[in-house]
T-cell receptor, first 111, second 113 residues
Framework: QKEVEQNSGPLSVPEGAIASLNCTYS??????FFWYRQYSGKSPELIMF????GDKEDGRFTAQLNKASQYVSLLIRDSQPSDSATYLC???????????FGQGTTLQVKP | KAGVTQTPRYLIKTRGQQVTLSCSPI?????VSWYQQTPGQGLQFLFE???????NKGNFPGRFSGRQFSNSRSEMNVSTLELGDSALYLC????????????FGPGTRLLVL
């Protein structure tokens, strides 16, 4: 089992819709969770981090964390074509302290 | 505040050669981590340095090594290059520990022929 798993996609949504990106992790003791966005040919850019169960909102982005289910998600409201990118979920594992990335989900927002 | 800088941005080497990549973290950041990104394996953790000490290491062979200087700048070295080492090498800095948010540099794209 991979430490951090994401559906590679592509996830295709129409402009203006809500995009829902999901991530599961295996280390139950993990405490810190991050979402990065990576445009083709560019380096990852931090979007959000979340440490506590529940929702955290920042503009059009909402991160959701459920530690009991070992599940973290990212919602993008009013999706724009400029949101088309690969979204990377990352988790700091409690046993190693390393930041482990999922394979990423490719999001395509169609005008 | 200037971001993370990496040099060189692009590099072409041949098998068997060695390469050194450099990373300058954001001013005030003392933790530097290195990652390898390939289409097949995604982003994989190489190692993390904090205050000139390697604090964490990924599952890479000993050909991959690194160090950090007193000004927090870091270098990574790959010896005896293999074709499979072709990748984007990313450096990320954070303050003061890896548990804090990490900010990535633009990366060094290495091609091994």
């Amino acid at each position: 089992q991979k430490e951090v798993e994401q559906n590679s996609g592509p996830l295709s949504v129409p402009e203006g819709a809500i995009a829902s990106l999901n991530c599961t992790y295996s280390d139950r003791g993990s405490q810190s969770f991050f979402w990065y966005r990576q445009y083709s040919g560019k380096s990852p850019e931090l979007i959000m981090f979340i440490y506590s169960n529940g929702d955290k909102e920042d503009g059009r982005f909402t991160a959701q964390l459920n530690k009991a289910s070992q599940y973290v998600s990212l919602l993008i409201r009013d999706s724009q074509p400029s949101d088309s990118a690969t979204y990377l979920c990352a988790v700091i594992t409690s046993n190693t302290g390393k930041l482990i990335f999922g394979q990423g989900t490719t999001l395509q927002v169609k005008p | 505040k200037a971001g993370v800088t990496q040099t060189p941005r692009y590099l072409i080497k041949t098998r068997g050669q060695q390469v050194t990549l450099s990373c300058s973290p954001i001013s005030g950041h003392r933790s530097v981590s290195w990652y390898q990104q390939t289409p097949g394996q995604g982003l994989q953790f190489l190692f993390e340095y904090f205050s000139e000490t390697q604090r964490n290491k990924g599952n890479f062979p000993g050909r991959f090594s690194g160090r950090q200087f007193s000004n927090s700048r870091s270098e990574m070295n790959v010896s005896t290059l293999e074709l499979g080492d072709s990748a984007l090498y990313l450096c990320a800095s954070s303050f003061p520990r890896v548990q804090e948010t990490q900010y990535f540099g633009p990366g060094t794209r290495l091609l091994v022929l």
